[in-house]
């Protein structure tokens, strides 16, 4: 089997994870790939028994890998997916962040996660993306967004205005700070602080929640995700803000921006046990109460 390793800077508290993972790969005589900025972090830290193959795009990880291994938080596992694209390569988010919703696999699970991954013994979930057209085209290439696309205002502290259209017809006009178009996977993100439902992952939908909404009678609304939506924006400094999970753009606000479904989805990997169900009552502490 051929595993690539992509990840961040994490805590030494971490170092001993790590390196078992390393050390039962190996043993297991699995081929490793390791992106070159996360080798780099990792070689003056770990130790590397055989060979090490390293990656730097897309493009060099295509129809190499059989599974990727994201070794940090959520943020991390999402720019993994630049890389992953549609090349179908299953993802396994190792959690060394903070709260982890679709990094779900903690520290001291690696061992029996690895031994599910070599046994196939796992389940598939298939996520939704977004993608985002624009007129100057403003991320090129790398248009998706596993969690969600926000449009936020920038450098001010007035409200931006966003007219918005569900299939060409016109929805609501938004004053507010912002607004967020996210996935079933995005809904225990940045919607879910905004207020926005949680979304069992593999429903049809897409939430559109507004962020600190000057109408008070104004709630997040969930879509079918065959929809297309159109956002036209003002500002007062005529320049705002898009941003694709974690990377953002300025934009001048007289450009109109279409977010719709993307044609591929990711693949995360479900170890046997780790289940959404289960993840958000642990990290959302549901049946903490003592009656329970």
């Given at each position: 089997m051929k595993i690539a390793l992509f990840g961040t800077n994490f805590s030494e508290n971490f170092n001993k994870y790590i390196q078992h993972l390393i050390n039962k790969l190996e043993a297991e005589n699995v081929k490793i790939y390791v992106e070159q900025f996360f080798y780099n972090y990792l070689e003056d830290r770990l130790r590397f028994k055989n060979?090490?193959?390293?990656?730097?795009?897309?493009?060099?990880?295509?129809?190499?890998?059989?599974?990727?291994?994201?070794?940090?938080?959520?943020?991390t596992l999402l720019?993994?997916?630049?890389?992953?694209?549609?090349?179908?390569?299953?993802?396994?988010?190792?959690?060394?962040?903070?709260?982890?919703?679709?990094?779900?696999?903690?520290?001291?699970?690696?061992?029996?996660?690895?031994?599910?991954v070599l046994a196939n013994n796992y389940n598939i979930n298939r996520r939704t993306l977004l993608t985002l057209s624009s007129t100057n085209n403003l991320f090129k290439n790398k248009n998706?967004?596993?969690?969600?696309?926000?449009?936020?205002?920038?450098?001010?502290?007035?409200?931006?205005?966003?007219?918005?259209?569900?299939?060409?017809?016109?929805?609501?006009?938004?004053?507010?700070?912002?607004?967020?178009?996210?996935?079933?996977?995005?809904?225990?993100?940045?919607?879910?602080?905004?207020g926005g439902p949680i979304i069992s992952p593999g429903t049809n939908n897409i939430i559109i929640t507004p962020i600190a909404?000057?109408?008070?009678?104004?709630?997040?609304?969930?879509?079918?995700?065959?929809?297309?939506?159109?956002?036209?924006?003002?500002?007062?400094?005529?320049?705002?803000?898009?941003?694709?999970?974690?990377?953002?753009?300025?934009?001048?606000?007289?450009?109109e921006l279409t977010i719709k479904k993307a044609n591929f989805r990711i693949n995360l990997i479900e170890p046997q046990g780790n289940t959404f169900t289960s993840t958000i009552r642990s990290k959302l502490m549901w049946g903490s109460d003592k009656r329970n």
């Open positions: 060979d090490v193959f390293t990656f730097t795009n897309h493009d060099d990880l295509k129809n190499k890998a059989d599974v990727l291994f994201s070794i940090g938080g959520d943020g720019n993994a997916v630049s890389y992953v694209r549609d090349s179908n390569i299953p993802i396994l988010g190792i959690n060394t962040g903070r709260l982890g919703f679709i990094s779900s696999v903690a520290p001291d699970q690696i061992d029996k996660a690895v031994n599910d998706f967004a596993l969690n969600e696309v926000a449009v936020l205002k920038k450098d001010t502290s007035s409200m931006v205005k966003i007219d918005t259209f569900v299939d060409d017809e016109f929805l609501n006009t938004y004053w507010a700070d912002g607004l967020i178009i996210s996935t079933p996977t995005g809904s225990t993100g940045y919607s879910l602080s905004c909404p000057h109408n008070l009678n104004v709630r997040p609304i969930i879509i079918n995700d065959n929809s297309i939506i159109k956002l036209k924006v003002e500002d007062r400094d005529q320049l705002a803000l898009v941003a694709l999970d974690s990377c953002s753009r300025a934009f001048d606000s007289s450009e």
